[in-house]
């Protein structure tokens, strides 16, 4: 985010801060990627651990305990329209940076990160709740692959609400002009790409058996 | 083209000092970046040959005591883990630094601040990593570190726990690396050199880029996983949790064999270069050179398992990557032919690069044999694990990769520090080392077949395995000679006066048509490219050599201030993850002082007052 | 100024000699390389050591090629600086195709046999398979054999002539059972079963190696496979089954055997067993060492019975270590000095193995080496 960015010409045609985080974040795909399939190798697992699982009831062998099923599907599917419409947000917010319009881009810019700040609070208290009812990291393999990928997952999240939080000061103290939102353009890229992560991790976790 | 001056840019004045240590810590010039790169690479390489001494002297005889076997499980742990991370990468880092944004008519690459970023964190991650020794708790679970001999259970020492964080370090570095080189090598090239004109080092180097962006976030994922067992408790790899060591063997090959091509594609781009140049004729077959380099490198993302081959994945999966280890030596062959028909029909220049590039082509093709041998599972069942694979990766890595980098040593030298190195010490080098690298690898082959296991910290005299040992060390200390030979080169070298020509070889390249070493923002002009090999062409055209270029004054060319928020940043990185090693003992305090540190870093990176990342064009 | 290269400017030029050294050696006895993986004495090393062969065959001819051609380049085309510019050739589209076709082929060549050997080494064969389950510890190696209710560690005892199949599992970190002249390596995991089968064709001693990094201690980490005649191997299982646990008073040595393979196991700490080989129960220093056994409580890691042994003792059976070749994990060789030493400090002669040093005395250790010499 330089004071001055200079129309160079590139080879390809593309603002090479923007071909960037394009790389970026095919990079980071296969981050997700890696983080999702260890999740699916580890599925085999859940039923021979200890409990609490997520879509099956267990019942301890040892003192006849039944642990219910773990997943709360209403929450986290709030959450995520929240954050799907969030991707929406930022577009609009973009078009308003691009088009000059301060006061469309800083709505709907807080109406991203409003809808961000839910989705990792949303986060915080189901992670608080699951540790309550007994599933922790070392509890069993679900535990553990569950909170490392959605445990990231969310670092991302609260990095790019960190980063979005910047550019609305930024747009607040009137340095976002139409000229500069190619930096909001990065972002909002960021921004999608940890949704469309969220698109593969919900179904994957919260709704196949 | 016209030089054209951006009226509303100021020249800004002297950014910050030109020579001292703050000039060098502060700068943001991919040229310094890689000479930084080079200097420290070779330091590491150093430090990683004397551990190699040290393993040879205590396997020179049987059942010796000279080292403990705590000491030996170290010693080869860190010989591999800084020949491959902290030499080969960061030597290769070098060339991308230095020579990319030249070959393709650039002043710099597309984010400065971020390649020095990059430089600071290896500095730091191979210190920590190093660090270690002083604890005497260097790494000791090998470089590929398998699961669960990695687990607190059974290495409840900090050696892993600095292991894992060492490479989650360096990770950083080179991923961030790879992002500048990768948007440098597609935005930043001089108008009409289209892809398929590139320089073939570019293009391999390109190539490599890929492999890290695509490759080091499976192996992050699995070194977070191995932390989190460490760290807190979790049992990805612990059988008894319902975890599986098989688990880490699969993660760490699909990042370890495209690693493999990582450490080579640099050097295949390094001996495309100065073949052609000292055969005074063109690659042969160019184009077939950047597809057999791509599709290695797509392949080489499908055969994993091929070093899985005494796990019993059962017939089928045998089959698989049985099969497609041998596809990849189909464009592997196409390249060693491709190097044989540029030489063939030459003129060639026996110069000291050429030694070490026709020395690299026939080391290498004993490597991509033997690799060939391993590829068949009922076979490999003998050679897995055993001096014959170390044999053939030395082959590989060491006749092919650094071989193929002192090639480019040799052969830049004169553009990088403006003279040239002494050609008869050159020679010498290169026989010591030929001699003495096949002295010690050759016997490898043989002693591995004869039954020598490899990471072993000594062997029992009954088996036969004395002679062949004691002749490998006895190679190895001509090995250590030869790079003393070098050393006293650099050094004579360096004392002597900075004459060397911008295109001492005849060079068909951009980087040989500016002064030797090139002026800060390299090219007064930005180069219009006309076809392959444009010096060559341009030369061609004018008849004849071209003039000596004069440096020229740099006026009105802005180039990008110096900075020193990517070394604070890389300290924050740096610490962040020593802070997370140290967390489970001291408290997450740490960690939130160094995550300030890094956003503190990183805030003042991207609001650098007055600061102009890029370079102007003309 | 023209440079003449060197007359011995051959980049390959050590390398011929030691490829000959390198054929030279292997023909050479298995006496001088008793772990040589190339001398296969079994049906499943003679499959992998065939495709080798045929591997390393191809590769000569590749590398004799190659090298050639490129020494040929060295040589012919050496130039002057001042020679005219060569012909600038780009390419032969005829050419790259054919040296593209003809390693596809030789590959493919390859690929056959391979092909062929993966499924004949992976399909465990039919047949009267004789059972023994290899398991890996931090250091050393138990192999037990469910047919007979037997348990040794060591020295695998295995008859020629019949298909031996390993059923193998760690009991910690992952290991590699190695033996080279009877066959390729397979990889031993916690948590999983790995299996190799062969049949041996000939008698003897032959060595073999953990090969998998598992440790300080990797390195002596070694066993020994003794093929015998198979009547040679149904007299030592017959003795073998002899060193039971110690029968109750007053009874038979016969009934005490039948207890145990009625099938009870004998759990905790282990009685020493009473072979029917006659105990010198005159000598002192026996009497003195069965008692020091116990004592110096080498009894809670180590069983002297083979029979009904339990299982996940941390230290390896002792029933026959009398008669083993080598002690310590299969490479000091089974002296009266170097077991003595072994007993005393295991530490000094294995850093790291799990046995500590008990505080043993010389006269100790002599009373403790005579005992265990006499388990055979």
């Known amino acids: ?209 | 083209m016209a030089t054209t001056v951006l009226g509303h840019e100021q020249t800004l004045p002297a950014h910050g000092a030109k020579t001292g240590l703050w000039s060098w810590i502060t700068t943001v010039d991919h040229k310094r970046i890689g000479i930084l790169y080079g200097a420290t690479a070779f330091f590491f390489f150093l430090l990683g040959g004397l551990e190699a001494l040290l393993i040879r002297i205590q396997l020179a005889k049987p059942d010796n005591n000279f080292l403990s076997p705590e000491a030996y499980n170290q010693l080869f742990t860190m010989h591999g883990t800084s020949m491959i991370f902290l030499a080969i990468m960061p030597l290769s880092a070098m060339f991308f630094n230095f020579m990319i944004p030249l070959q393709i008519g650039a002043r710099d690459v597309a984010f400065p601040r971020l390649n020095a970023f990059s430089y600071w964190v290896f500095l730091l991650g191979g210190l920590y990593l190093n660090v270690s020794w002083l604890f005497g708790a260097a790494p000791d679970a090998g470089w590929f570190g398998y699961a669960n001999l990695t687990s607190k259970q059974f290495s409840p020492g900090l050696n892993v726990d600095f292991w894992v964080i060492g490479l989650q370090i360096l990770g950083v570095s080179s991923l961030a690396a790879a992002v500048n080189f990768f948007t440098t090598v597609l935005n930043l090239r001089a108008p009409g050199m289209r892809l398929m004109w590139m320089p073939i080092f570019t293009w391999m180097s390109f190539i490599t880029q890929i492999l890290l962006l695509l490759a080091f976030p499976v192996i992050t994922v699995a070194l977070i996983l191995l932390m989190f067992d460490r760290f807190f408790g979790t049992g990805f790899y612990v059988p008894a949790a319902g975890g599986d060591p098989l688990l880490w063997q699969h993660l760490f090959w699909i990042f370890g064999h495209p690693e493999v091509y990582i450490l080579i594609l640099p050097a295949f781009g390094i001996i495309s270069e100065v073949l052609p140049v000292f055969s005074r004729k063109p690659l042969f077959g160019y184009a077939a050179m950047v597809f057999s380099g791509i599709f290695i490198a797509f392949l080489g993302f499908g055969v994993w398992s091929h070093h899985m081959f005494a796990t019993g994945m059962g017939p089928i999966a045998d089959t698989y990557f049985s099969l497609a280890t041998m596809l990849i030596a189909i464009p592997t062959g196409v390249k060693i032919f491709n190097w044989l028909g540029t030489i063939w029909g030459g003129s060639l220049q026996y110069k000291t690069p050429l030694y070490f590039a026709l020395g690299f082509i026939a080391m290498f093709i004993i490597g991509g044999l033997s690799g060939v041998m391993h590829a068949s599972p009922p076979a490999d069942l003998q050679q897995t694990d055993t001096y014959f694979i170390v044999a053939h990766f030395h082959y590989v890595m060491f006749g092919g990769s650094i071989f193929g980098l002192t090639a480019g040593a040799y052969y830049w030298w004169p553009k990088i520090f403006g003279r040239m190195l002494d050609e008869g010490l050159g020679k010498l080098h290169f026989w010591l080392m030929l001699i003495g690298f096949n002295l010690t690898f050759f016997p490898m082959h043989i002693v591995g077949l004869l039954g020598m296991p490899r990471r072993t910290y000594t062997y029992p005299a009954a088996l036969g395995f004395d002679t062949l040992n004691l002749v490998e060390t006895v190679g190895a200390f001509i090995l250590m000679v030869a790079f003393l030979v070098f050393i006293y080169n650099v050094i004579k070298t360096t004392r002597g006066p900075r004459n060397a020509p911008a295109d001492p070889w005849n060079g068909a390249t951009l980087e040989w048509s500016i002064p030797s070493p090139p002026p800060e923002w390299n090219f007064g002009q930005t180069p219009q490219v006309h076809s392959r090999d444009p010096l060559w062409e341009t030369k061609r055209a004018r008849g004849g050599p071209l003039p000596e270029p004069s440096p020229g004054t740099g006026a009105g060319i802005h180039i990008p201030n110096p900075s020193y928020w990517p070394v604070v940043s890389a300290i924050g990185v740096t610490a962040i993850f020593a802070s997370l090693m140290m967390a489970h003992k001291t408290g997450y305090w740490g960690v939130i002082v160094a995550v300030s540190i890094l956003f503190f870093g990183l805030y003042n990176w991207l609001f650098e007052k007055g600061y102009s990342e890029f370079t102007t064009e003309h | ?376």
């Open chain 3, 1 to 376: 100024m023209h440079h003449r290269p060197a007359a011995a400017r051959r980049p390959t030029g050590p390398v011929p000699l030691l490829l000959l050294l390198a054929l030279a050696l292997t023909g050479c006895g298995q006496d001088r390389y008793p772990q040589t993986a190339l001398q296969p004495l079994s049906d499943f090393a003679r499959i992998g050591d065939h495709i080798q062969d045929q591997t390393f065959y191809w590769a000569l001819g590749v590398f004799i090629l190659v090298e050639g051609a490129l020494l040929y380049a060295i040589f012919r085309f050496r130039g002057r600086p001042d020679d005219p510019e060569p012909a600038q050739i780009h390419g032969n589209t005829t050419i790259e195709i054919i040296w593209t076709l003809i390693p596809a082929l030789i590959l493919a060549a390859i690929a056959v046999p391979t092909v062929k050997g993966i499924f004949e080494t992976g399909m465990t064969p039919s047949g009267q398979l004789l059972k023994i389950e290899v398991i890996g510890h931090q250091w050393w190696w138990e192999f037990r054999y469910p047919e007979y209710n037997l348990t040794t560690a060591n020295e695998l005892h295995i008859p020629t002539g019949r298909t031996v199949e390993l059923l193998q599992h760690s009991n910690d970190v992952v290991h590699s059972f190695w033996p080279p002249r009877i066959a390729g390596k397979r990889d031993v995991f916690p948590g999983r079963q790995t299996r190799l089968w062969f049949k041996a064709d000939s008698a003897g001693l032959f060595p073999g190696q953990c090969a998998e990094f598992c440790g300080i201690q990797h390195a002596r980490m070694a066993f020994q496979v003794r093929a015998s005649s198979p009547e040679e191997f149904d007299a030592w299982v017959a003795h073998m089954r002899t060193l039971g646990p110690r029968p109750a008073a007053g009874a038979q040595a016969g009934d005490s055997l039948k207890t145990a393979s009625a099938g009870g196991t004998v759990q905790g700490p282990q009685a020493p067993a009473q072979a029917d080989t006659a105990r010198p129960a005159a000598d002192p220093e026996y009497a003195k060492g069965e008692q020091l056994f116990r004592a110096k409580g080498c009894i809670g890691c180590h069983s002297l019975q083979a029979v009904d042994a339990p299982h996940g003792l941390i230290g390896p059976n002792l029933a026959n270590v009398g008669a083993r070749e080598y002690i310590a994990a299969g490479w000091l060789k089974n002296t009266d000095e170097n077991l003595e030493h072994w007993i005393r400090e295991p530490q000094s002669l294995k850093k790291g193995v799990l046995m500590p040093n008990l505080g043993v005395t010389a006269d100790e250790a002599k009373a403790l080496r005579a005992y265990l010499r006499a388990h055979k």
């Open chain 1, 1 to 209: 985010m330089s004071d001055h960015a200079p129309a160079l010409e590139t080879s390809t045609g593309l603002d090479s801060r923007k071909l960037a985080i394009w790389t970026f974040i095919g990079s980071e795909c296969l981050f997700f990627a890696t983080l999702i399939s260890n999740y699916l190798v580890h599925k085999q697992q859940w039923l021979t651990g200890p409990g609490p699982f997520p879509h099956e009831v267990w019942t301890d062998p040892a003192t006849g305990k039944v642990l219910e099923p773990i997943i709360e599907i209403p929450l986290v599917t709030v959450g995520t329209a929240l954050l799907l419409f969030s991707s929406l947000f930022i577009v609009l917010a973009l078009y308003g940076a691009q088009k000059g319009r301060r006061g469309m881009l800083l709505g709907w810019l807080g109406a991203t990160i409003l809808c961000g700040l839910f989705f990792v609070g949303m986060q915080v208290y189901e992670f608080t709740h699951f540790v309550h009812k007994g599933l922790t990291l070392q509890r069993n393999m679900f535990g553990a692959s569950f909170f490392v990928l959605t445990g990231f997952h969310g670092t991302h999240v609260t990095i790019g609400v960190i980063w979005l939080i910047t550019m609305f000061i930024l747009a607040l103290r009137k340095q976002l002009p139409s000229t500069r939102s190619l930096n909001l353009e990065i972002a909002a890229l960021y921004w999608h790409f940890v949704d469309v992560v969220w698109v593969v991790i919900f179904p994957v976790v919260y709704l196949i058996k």
